[in-house]
């Protein structure tokens, strides 16, 4: 299927590996120019050799406004606008209610929630204007139904969904989609320190969390980045023009909500 993409441009948050890697790797596929974003270097470079075309990375931390103004700036000097942002972020931290101080969550209100909104006000009215683009929220499975030991995430990821639900009505009817999705279990480096807690036993080394969290899974895996990017690049296509204000569950069925 041809998605109808080709020569759109994108700017992916935290995409020099896992969940975001794989959404710009099915960007690019389909012929979308990508900015790559992260903190390494190394990993970045990993990343664009990877993904060719096109692309470019930009080391900026979406946790402090300058290195967002920073990195949207140069999004657009390569790319000359961007109709495509996905928004994205590599933490909280992991940990029970009671350990997490007023400074963990500040922090991880700055780098999850805010990282999202700010870089959201920056593309949608330029798209707006244009009368076409696309807004994705990499979001959680915890944003549904919250998960153990991961209370910042709960908490923040959830309050995401609020805001890009809000913001997909607003402008639903100038040609811009907003949705978030919500991964389970992928394999990725990411999921690796944090699995253990998932199931609730932080005794376990990284591999045993890893193989015990698979298990829980209905579908007795975990995702592959691919399947997650598939998905991503489908919610970027012109094909998806009428599904907007969405939180669309990714995750071998562990969510057991009905909506």
Same mark, same amino acid.
């Given at each position: 299927?041809?998605?109808?993409?080709?020569?759109?441009?994108?700017?992916?948050?935290?995409?020099?590996?896992?969940?975001?890697?794989?959404c710009a790797?099915?960007?690019?596929?389909?012929?979308?120019?990508?900015?790559?974003?992260?903190?390494?270097?190394?990993?970045?470079?990993?990343?664009?050799?990877?993904?060719?075309?096109?692309?470019?990375?930009?080391?900026?931390?979406?946790?402090?406004?300058e290195?967002?103004?920073?990195?949207?700036?140069?999004?657009?000097d390569?790319?000359?606008?961007?109709?495509?942002?996905?928004?994205?972020?590599?933490?909280?931290?992991?940990?029970?209610?009671?350990?997490?101080?007023?400074?963990?969550?500040?922090?991880?209100?700055?780098?999850?929630?805010?990282?999202?909104?700010?870089?959201?006000?920056?593309?949608?009215?330029?798209?707006?204007?244009?009368?076409?683009?696309r807004?994705?929220?990499?979001?959680?499975?915890?944003?549904?139904?919250?998960?153990?030991?991961?209370?910042?995430?709960?908490?923040?990821?959830?309050?995401?969904?609020?805001a890009?639900?809000?913001?997909?009505?607003?402008?639903?009817?100038?040609?811009?989609?907003?949705n978030s999705?919500?991964?389970?279990?992928?394999?990725?480096?990411? %999921?690796?320190?944090?699995?253990?807690?998932? &199931?609730?036993?932080?005794?376990? !080394?990284? $591999?045993?969390? *890893?193989? #015990?969290?698979?298990?829980?899974?209905?579908?007795?895996?975990?995702?592959?980045?691919?399947?997650?990017?598939?998905?991503?690049?489908? %919610?970027?296509?012109?094909?998806?023009?009428? &599904?907007?204000?969405?939180?669309? !569950?990714? $995750?071998?069925? *562990?969510? #057991?909500?009905?909506?």
């Open positions: 299927m041809d998605l109808g993409i080709k020569g759109e441009s994108a700017l992916v948050l935290a995409s020099s590996r896992g969940l975001g890697f794989g790797k099915a960007l690019s596929d389909e012929g979308v120019r990508v900015v790559l974003n992260g903190l390494s270097e190394e990993n970045g470079a990993k990343a664009v050799k990877a993904i060719g075309g096109d692309t470019i990375f930009v080391s900026a931390d979406v946790s402090k406004a290195d967002r103004e920073r990195l949207w700036d140069e999004a657009l390569h790319l000359g606008e961007v109709s495509i942002l996905v928004t994205n972020a590599y933490g909280p931290q992991p940990g029970p209610f009671m350990d997490r101080t007023n400074e963990d969550w500040r922090t991880a209100f700055e780098e999850t929630f805010i990282s999202a909104i700010d870089m959201a006000y920056r593309a949608a009215p330029p798209m707006v204007e244009r009368g076409w683009g807004i994705i929220n990499i979001s959680s499975m915890s944003a549904k139904e919250p998960s153990t030991n991961t209370p910042l995430g709960n908490s923040l990821k959830a309050g995401l969904l609020g890009f639900g809000t913001l997909a009505r607003e402008i639903a009817a100038k040609g811009v989609t907003v999705l919500l991964p389970g279990p992928f394999d990725t480096d990411l %999921l690796r320190p944090f699995a253990k807690y998932m &199931v609730n036993d932080p005794s376990l !080394s990284d $591999d045993e969390g *890893v193989r #015990k969290f698979a298990e829980t899974v209905p579908v007795k895996r975990l995702g592959k980045i691919e399947e997650f990017g598939a998905v991503c690049a489908f %919610l970027c296509s012109r094909h998806a023009g009428y &599904v907007t204000a969405q939180a669309i !569950s990714v $995750d071998g069925a *562990v969510v #057991k909500t009905m909506l």
